[in-house]
């Protein structure tokens, strides 16, 4: 069983920044691949940005070149660096990690970036 924890959510204007952290209760190496998600009211849960057991990494296109996605081996966490925010980028964030063929999700977060 694996429990992921996010935080660092909140209420930003435009073009501010905000950093999500997702603690797993394993070593993050034993989970295949976390990614982050969104989800928007109306919209369906979409991949933002995705960090592999090897450390590769991948991005919508929609956050390519704000968004960056990192790892603390030794604190078992996740980051999301949100840079240059936009509004369309408000929704719930969750992480999601991959362990063999078992998925785990957080709680998620809210971000909320006000025009």
């Known amino acids: 069983q694996v429990q992921l924890v996010e935080s660092g959510g909140g209420l930003v204007q435009a073009g501010g920044s905000l950093r999500l952290s997702c603690v797993a209760s394993?070593?993050?190496?034993?989970?295949?691949?976390i990614g982050w998600y969104r989800q928007a009211p109306g919209k369906q849960r979409e991949l933002v940005a995705i960090?592999?057991?090897?450390?590769?990494?991948g991005y919508a296109d929609s956050v390519k070149g704000r968004f960056t996605i990192s790892r603390e081996l030794a604190a078992s966490t996740v980051t999301l660096q949100m840079n240059s925010l936009k509004p369309e980028d408000t929704a719930v964030y969750y992480c999601?990690?991959?362990?063999?063929?078992?998925?785990?999700w957080g709680q998620g977060t809210q971000v909320t970036v006000s025009s």
């Open positions: 394993v070593s993050i190496l034993s989970i295949n691949n």
């Open positions: 999601r990690g991959l362990r063999g063929s078992s998925m785990y």
């Open positions: 960090i592999f057991s090897g450390g590769s990494t």
